[in-house]
């Protein structure tokens, strides 16, 4: 027997009951394909069993409807779903801004964190702690902007400045609802800002010394009008890449920066030798002042000197006038002598005149004369005792 017979369940279970064959259209065995191939499963068959056993689970058959515990399932699993959607995670650098109906209700810090479906609540996240960076007078590399770069300097002059600006997010809410594009109105500040500080600094400045300065004064009043504006936005930074003059005059901008450095090292270079000269004059000027000071200070401790000592001889003298006036004629001979070429010549028994030698009387550092051809042989001398040197009778 086949195994589709009907006596036989096969592998799709038994058939259906009769009521359910006269519910089913009955489904003409011929057709223009023919009769059908009795060897393969029926498949209409089994979705059709399929579909009424599902409907069996949520109507009471056809014609029927749904069942009402079908029906709250239902509604209950889509308002969970729809109740699960408010569910949302805020990263550790991002602050959420949730609107109710539009209007701004709160933020939210980082973590898991649940709002109302929409439309009722809805979130939009923001990078609190994210460095943006905006270009203004052209990007890097590429070429500059004319319109965003060039500047009308203070002393009307005109410099082509590129620069950027560092930024960052400080309140979320505000990010969010002052400006329709924040990133547009930062770039307008920065350029506006700049402008002006610009404008009241002369063009040496900018090109070289002078950037710091600029970039501070820049930085502060974008805040201030951000902050005038309730933007939000916190300015972390602003930097000049290049501040060059035009390109129609760049040689002869770096000939009047070449004539000032010139200016400039020979200004040192004077200063460098003033500096010198004067701190020597000023060497000089002291070192007299101290050698005037120590002759001043030598003479007067002598005198204080020769004077206490002429007091103490005084003494000396009025209690021994004689023997302090010998001491006396002594000490000045002693001195006197001391540096001097002496002969001493006793006269006693004398008879005949004494000779003596041209170079006796020359001084001692003096050098020595050539030696005079020797005089004739003169008769013996007696020998001639030593002489004392005459004083005065006290």
Known sequence: MPW?????????????????????????????????????????????????????????GPGRGLRPGAAVAIAGGVLALWALSGLYVVQPNEQ????????????????????????????????????????????????????????????????????????????AARYVFSTRNPEEAVKAVAESAMREVVGKTPLQPILTTGRGQVQQQAAELMQRTLDSWGAGVSIVEVQIRSSNPPPDVVAAFRDVSNAQQDADSAVNEANTYRNRVVNEAKGDAAKIVQSAQGYREQSVRDAYGEASRFSQILGEYRRAPGVTRERLYLETMERVLAHSNKVVVSGKGTTAPIILPPDVFQPRNAPAPAPAPAPPAAAPEPAQPQAQAARPNP
């Open 4 to 60: 589709n017979d009907n006596a036989n369940p096969g592998p799709w279970g038994s058939p259906p009951p009769d009521d359910d064959r006269r519910d089913r259209p009955q489904r003409p065995q011929g057709g223009p394909q023919g009769p059908r191939n009795g060897g393969g499963p029926e498949f209409d068959d089994a979705f059709e069993r399929l579909r009424r056993r599902v409907g069996g689970v949520f109507g009471g």
């Open 96 to 171: 959420a801004v949730v609107t109710t109906f539009g209007a701004y209700s709160r933020s939210e810090g980082p973590g898991l964190r649940y709002h109302l479906p929409a439309p009722i609540e809805r979130v939009e996240k923001v990078p609190v702690t994210t460095l943006n960076r905006i270009d203004v007078g052209g990007a890097g590399g590429n070429a500059d902007t004319p319109e965003e770069s060039l500047m009308l300097t203070g002393d009307e002059n005109i410099v082509n400045l590129n620069f950027s600006v560092t930024w960052r997010i400080n309140d």
